[in-house]
């Protein structure tokens, strides 16, 4: 009786089976967390290009709105007011506060321009462009109007 109680003493620890059963459920468990996280962690910066890139075609927007905007008070008094130039710096081939400038001041900040058909004979003598902005995946349409 003395025997069985001293090797019951002495057997403090882990034995290998219990080893092996704890590695092999540990990396089960893991290879489960990598599947699980593994497209979150890679994509997890996609938020923050689409908004970058929302904010690059924003800011271009703002240009063509602005030059448009110019080009409608050149037309209230038919002619270019101070401090309000429908063409950018370094735009060529654009002059003066006239549709065909505001539509090359338009490539010029990086839209790209289409002539849209009106549909209709009461719009006859106006001309619709459809500018579409595209940096990278963000896409933004305006529509202007001569």
């Known amino acids: 009786m003395k025997k069985l109680m001293r090797n019951a003493k002495k057997e403090k620890g882990f034995t290998l089976l219990e080893v ?3 590695l092999t459920v540990m990396a089960i ?3 489960f967390l990598v599947a699980f996280m593994g497209t979150a962690i890679t994509q997890s910066s996609d938020p923050v290009k ?3 890139d929302l904010g690059v075609a924003g ?3 703002e240009k063509i709105a602005a030059s448009y905007a110019c080009y409608l008070a050149a037309n209230v008094d038919g002619t270019c ?3 309000c130039d429908v063409c950018p710096t370094g735009c060529n081939g654009c002059s003066g506060c006239t549709w065909s400038a505001f539509k090359t001041a338009t490539a010029c900040n990086g839209g ?3 002539t849209v058909s009106s549909g209709s004979l009461k719009n006859a003598n106006f001309q619709t462009i459809k500018v579409t902005i595209t940096t990278n995946n963000q896409k933004l349409i305006s529509y202007f109007m001569e």
Request: glycine fraction near 6%.
């Open 50 to 52: 689409q908004t970058r």
């Open 29 to 31: 468990m893991a290879s």
């Open 20 to 22: 092996i059963v704890t």
């Open 112 to 114: 790209t321009v289409t």
């Open 81 to 83: 007011q101070s401090g």
């Open 59 to 61: 800011t271009s927007t």
